[in-house]
């Protein structure tokens, strides 16, 4: 499990602070949502290997490209989301 952490997946469904269920054993696909470490920085996004990157699921974020080089471990995939209700800011 991972929880998520800013507004880049939303047209997927997934919001900030939501519990994500990654299973490590599914060989991802394009186009599945997974969660990835790129450079050693741990990121949620939709795979598109064919392109060669990661997609938001969010209009104004661009695509990240994946260059040559750069590291990239596919941590798992994304099966499922806990959206999280309770309030950050007090009363």
């Known amino acids: 499990m991972a929880r998520a952490n800013g507004d880049s997946m939303q047209g997927v469904g997934i919001f900030d602070r939501d519990i994500l269920i990654v299973d490590r054993s599914l060989t991802p696909m394009k186009g599945n949502v997974v969660v ?8 949620c996004k939709i795979l598109d290997r064919g392109r060669g990157r990661l997609l938001s699921a ?16 596919v ?17």
Request: charged share 25%; hydrophobic share 40%; net charge positive.
């Open 58 to 73: 969010n209009e104004k974020y661009r695509p990240i490209p994946i260059w040559e080089g750069q590291e990239l471990i």
């Open 36 to 43: 990835v470490a790129l450079d050693g920085q741990l990121t």
């Open 75 to 91: 941590e798992g995939v994304v099966k499922a989301s806990i959206r999280y209700h309770r309030a950050t800011v007090r009363a």
